[in-house]
């Protein structure tokens, strides 16, 4: 039992590192790019989602809190990168749209992102990918569980 116990200790210790790497990686690209964490990932939110984006919604999805991210677009309608336009419903919060400025700072800074996001995943191997995606959700899924249980 200590022999598994050990292999679980030191495979927690891998993933959490390699996430913490992941996110060093996206916050020295931000930081490259003069914006926070939050903005870069406001403006990677609108050039990548299809979907209507409200502050609530893009905090959910993008795993942001609340504060940081209405934050994050407040700064960035003083600076005229976006708009908050009424939704559709009385609950539906503003939507927050790119306006011309926004979209040219994306053009320079998310979108060469996503170009290297991409050539990664296709140097990796699609099907790589795609299996590390289903293994990562599962994983994320089971330690939720597991939380759940200790949050009571």
Not at 85 to 111: F, Q, W
């Amino acid at each position: 039992m200590q022999e598994k116990q050990r292999q679980v200790y030191d495979l927690l210790e891998i993933t959490n590192r390699q996430f913490n790497e992941c996110n060093a990686l996206y916050h020295a690209v931000a930081q490259r790019y003069g914006l926070s964490d939050a903005a870069f990932w406001v403006l990677y939110a609108l050039r990548t989602t299809h979907e209507p984006q409200t502050q609530n919604r893009m905090a959910a999805e993008w795993g942001q809190p609340k504060q940081t991210l209405n934050s994050a677009v407040a700064a960035m309608v003083k600076k005229g990168l976006v708009e908050l336009c009424p939704g559709n419903g009385a609950h539906s919060g503003k939507i927050v749209t790119l306006t011309d400025e926004g979209r040219a700072l994306a053009a320079r800074t998310v979108e060469p992102v996503i170009a290297a996001e991409q050539q990664a995943m296709t140097r990796q191997g699609l099907a790589e990918v795609e299996q590390n995606c289903r293994l990562t959700q599962r994983y994320l899924d089971c330690l939720r569980q597991e939380f759940e249980k200790i949050a009571r």
